[in-house]
């Protein structure tokens, strides 16, 4: 009888997949492509690398809500790295505002956790001007905008800037998390997480809102601003949808029940995860983790980011 049972096990292996599905036996899912697939790199590494999203994100919101950045509010965590290019005041009401202020005093804890943590790197090179962000926009809208964008003009132009970069965060440290080896690691960044996942989750709200207010003098509404942001990101990320805008079909909402889309999730409403190179991509605006520009003209600060330029 054991013979017999090993041969049958040994015959089912030489099925064709067509033959094991049709048995009722699912065969494993493919592989990640290789540009998709997580890296191998030290705690260390991996947590030294979300502080180039930590930076941009604390100078972008401190710029806008405050006039002034790290150099002036925490210059030691700048670790001598170059000033921001392009940063000003935004326009903003008093409401926006006063979201923006926390958003960015909360950045800067993050890169003070990090840097205590596990050390910190030098702030990169950042390009926050509104000429990067009106590059970004024509980009993501296939079109040259007239006049060009500007993201410190006001509240909702500041809103739409801001939804292209925490959500970038928030997906990166989703797809960090899995790869930390330390406890201590892994904890510091699920509660970096949770915040990033909740500025975003602000942002969207906000925009919702507004959602089929048209944004002057474009003509296009809020919702379709945002489906074209989250658009080119998937495009440069180039591992597939991870990214969704307000408003979606309906075979895309929560539980295929809904076409509001305020928390960007999956079929199972789990968050989405991005690799360091996907983000790279997606930052540079390049969509090559080889070929810095964009927001981060020099490249990213740290090994992880360092070692895809040398390549």
């Known amino acids: 009888m054991a013979i017999r049972t090993c041969f049958s096990a040994f015959l089912l292996l030489l099925l064709p997949l067509e033959f094991i599905a049709v048995m009722g036996v699912t ?9 998709c697939r997580p890296i191998v790199a030290l705690d260390r590494d991996l947590l030294q690398f979300a502080l180039n999203l930590e930076f941009l994100e604390a100078e972008f919101f401190l710029y806008g809500a405050l006039g002034d950045g ?11 790295g170059p ?10 009401d008093p409401i926006i505002r006063r979201i923006i202020e926390e958003f960015a005093y909360q950045e800067i804890g993050h890169i003070r956790a990090i840097t205590e943590s596990v050390g910190g790197v030098p702030r990169p090179r950042l390009n926050i001007s509104a000429e990067a ?6 980009r993501a809208m296939n079109t040259t905008l ?6 410190y003009a006001n509240s909702l132009n500041y809103l739409l800037a801001s939804y292209v970069i ?16 330390g406890r201590t690691n892994r904890e510091l960044a699920a509660s970096l997480l949770g915040v990033e996942s909740g500025q975003d989750a602000v942002i969207r709200t906000l925009l919702y809102l507004r959602a089929n207010e048209k944004v002057m003098p474009y003509g296009v509404t809020v919702a379709d601003f945002t489906d074209r942001i989250s658009e080119i990101r998937n495009r440069l990320g180039r591992c597939g949808l991870k990214d969704e ?26 968050s989405y995860s ?22 981060l003209p020099n490249g990213g600060a740290g090994r992880i980011a360092v070692r895809f330029i040398a390549t």
């Open 146 to 151: 007239s006049p060009p964008f500007n993201p």
């Open 83 to 92: 000033p921001p290019v392009g940063g000003r005041k935004a326009n903003l």
């Open 166 to 181: 925490p959500y970038v965060g928030l997906v990166g440290y989703v797809g960090t998390i899995p790869n930390l080896v």
């Open 70 to 80: 790290l150099d002036v509010l925490a210059p030691s965590l700048a670790l001598g």
């Open 133 to 138: 962000f009106a590059a970004f926009f024509n």
């Open 274 to 295: 991005r690799t360091q190179p996907e983000i790279l991509r997606t930052v540079y605006g390049t969509g090559d983790e080889s070929r810095p520009a964009g927001f």
């Open 27 to 35: 065969p494993p899912p493919p592989l990640p492509l290789p540009e």
């Open 245 to 270: 805008g307000l408003k979606v079909p309906m075979q895309l909402g929560a539980e295929n029940r809904t076409t509001s889309n305020i928390l960007s999730a999956d079929a199972d409403s789990l």
